[in-house]
């Protein structure tokens, strides 16, 4: 009797060691988890956006600002917020322009229509000329900074005649290198 129940707890020892090394390599499995979550933080960060991280070049005949407020070079913080983590970021300026810069309403190719679009610029806009155009102007955008934007219908919904800057900055692990556009009052020096 007392070989029997050795043997019964033996056994029942054993199967709970196997349960739970069992357990502990299930455990083991789930630190391999994170690599699809820190790919669908990177994803969706990106897809929030819709935005390239590098803007590339401005257009041609761009006219560079005489006397900006932040000349090239300078560090300055970010006060916009039509990119998300942008608002307070630490930003340096790569170029400084004086144009005329629009708000505009429109609706992407294949796409929601998005309002308040901030900001496209006077060459960035087809057959513009040289004048400050009027809210509510109905333009064709040549800007290709966002997807589907090129080539579509927009509504002027505001504009401003601030110096408008270039600018590289990083926002939650992300750098955005030739970021267009930001206007001088959405910039604060760094303190």
């Not at 054993?14 to 820190?38: E, R």
């Not at 270039?166 to 290198?177: C, I, K, L, Q, S």
């Amino acid at each position: 009797m007392t070989k029997n129940l050795t043997l019964t707890w033996s056994a029942t020892a054993l199967t709970a060691a196997l349960v739970l090394a069992g357990c502990a390599s299930s455990d083991n499995d789930d630190p391999a988890d994170p690599a699809p979550s820190t790919e669908h933080d990177d994803h969706g960060g990106h897809d929030d956006m819709e935005h390239p991280t590098d803007g590339g070049p401005v257009p041609e005949n761009m006219t560079e600002a005489t006397d900006p407020e932040y000349p090239v070079g300078s560090e300055v913080t970010l006060t916009a917020d039509h990119m998300h983590g942008m608002d307070g970021a630490t930003a340096t300026i790569v170029g400084a322009y004086d144009t005329f810069t629009y708000s505009v309403d429109y609706t992407p190719e294949g796409g929601e229509p998005v309002t308040d679009h901030q900001w496209v610029v006077q060459e960035e806009i087809e057959d513009a000329g040289d004048e400050r155009l009027a809210d509510g102007a109905d333009v064709v955008l040549l800007a290709d900074h966002m997807e589907g934007m090129a080539g579509v219908t927009a509504t002027i919904a505001s504009s401003t005649d601030e110096t408008v800057y270039v600018v590289d900055y990083e926002a939650d692990g992300m750098t955005m290198t030739n970021h267009k556009w930001v206007v001088e009052s959405e910039i604060e020096p760094t303190s």
